[in-house]
């Protein structure tokens, strides 16, 4: 029972791991509802609810003139993931958060209402594997960690996040990265060990 939610904190999004994390939160929440998934854990099934498209037609919009900069591009931007007592990845928060307790905020959210979370389950439209997000109301808050290759290993890994959740505390300390974070000045290097 050592669930947690483990923060990380990084220089900016230029950072290569924050891409990758936007392109698969990117990737789950446009992949299309799974129609024919039956769930044979009865723990599960209150909180499933009828597929539906999360992500709507939208009409065209007119391009705008690109520009150089995006808006926060340089700031720094925080993730959350559920991490279990065996050092595990069992989920993803949605989302990248401009500080630390938006992140923060945003897990005790998912945290406050675990127990009433709906799984909505999809397959990707490439690779047909599955996966799931849970949310409350149209808004997901947790991602699988990855793609299944079967509806049963799906299944499985959305029981095992939940049940975790409702366990989750939040670590107090915060991973950092990138050289933002690195606040020792050459003057402030700490002396090497002299040899005996």
């Known amino acids: 029972m050592n669930e947690r939610i483990a923060l990380t904190s990084f220089k900016d999004q230029a950072a290569p791991a924050v891409a990758r994390w936007k ?3 990117t990737e789950v929440l446009a992949s299309v509802p799974h129609p024919g998934f ?3 854990n009865p723990q ?3 909180r499933h609810r009828p597929a539906v498209p999360l992500v709507q037609p939208h009409a065209p919009v007119a391009p705008r003139p690109l520009t150089r900069r995006v808006p926060g591009y340089r700031e720094p931007v925080t993730i959350w993931r559920l991490i279990s007592g065996n050092h595990r990845e ?3 928060g949605a989302g990248t958060f401009a500080s630390e307790a ?8 998912a945290l406050n209402h675990a127990s009433t979370l709906k799984v909505s389950f999809i397959r990707h439209p490439d690779t047909g594997t599955y996966g799931w997000h849970a949310g409350s109301g149209s808004r997901p808050l947790i991602l699988a960690p990855a793609w299944y290759g079967t509806a049963r290993d799906c299944e499985k890994s959305a029981a095992s996040a939940l049940r975790a959740l409702m366990d989750a505390t939040i670590s107090a300390a915060v991973a950092k990265h990138g050289p933002r974070y690195a606040t020792e000045s050459p003057g402030d290097a700490v002396p090497a060990l002299q040899p005996c």
């Open 23 to 25: 392109e698969r939160e």
């Open 38 to 40: 039956t769930l044979r």
């Open 44 to 46: 599960l099934l209150y």
């Open 90 to 92: 069992l989920g993803r």
């Open 102 to 109: 938006l992140a923060v905020s945003h897990a005790q959210s």
